[in-house]
């Protein structure tokens, strides 16, 4: 049974920072490009910011290029979104998503994941 289980979420002032994980257990880590998605109430979920699975290329939406940056652990089974210079339009809640053997096209789009996680709440308050 595959699970993805985030942490880290929790309430920052503008301008903070914070650090999400994700830690996926019963799947072959290494075989999926890992997402993270956000979804602030009443919008759609977006994409955020996904982690290939090889090579370790990363891509961003153009709303947090340059603020966060995503990593994977291959031996920890885990992967991380570090976020910075947080701003309230950046409230909402995070998801992270594995998607097996994504080509670079299809890690955007939050239709092509296999698993996603619950999500945790990022607040940043103004």
């Known amino acids: 049974q595959v699970q993805l289980v985030e942490s880290g979420g929790g309430l920052v002032q503008v301008g903070g920072s914070l650090r999400l994980s994700c830690a996926a257990s019963?799947?072959?880590?290494?075989?999926?490009?890992m997402g993270w998605f956000r979804q602030a109430p009443g919008k759609e979920r977006e994409f955020v910011a996904a982690?290939?699975?090889?090579?370790?290329?990363?891509y961003y939406a153009d709303s947090v290029k340059g603020r966060f940056t995503i990593s994977r652990d291959n031996a920890k089974n885990t992967v991380y979104l570090e976020m910075n210079s947080l701003k309230p339009e950046d409230t909402a809640v995070y998801h992270c998503?594995?998607?097996?053997?994504?080509?670079?096209?299809?890690?955007?789009?939050?239709?092509?994941?296999?698993?996603w996680g619950q999500g945790t709440q990022v607040t940043v308050s103004s």
């Open positions: 998503a594995a998607g097996h053997f994504l080509s670079r096209s299809r890690t955007l789009q939050k239709k092509e994941y296999d698993y």
């Open positions: 019963g799947l072959t880590f290494s075989s999926y490009a």
């Open positions: 982690v290939a699975w090889s090579a370790g290329s990363t």
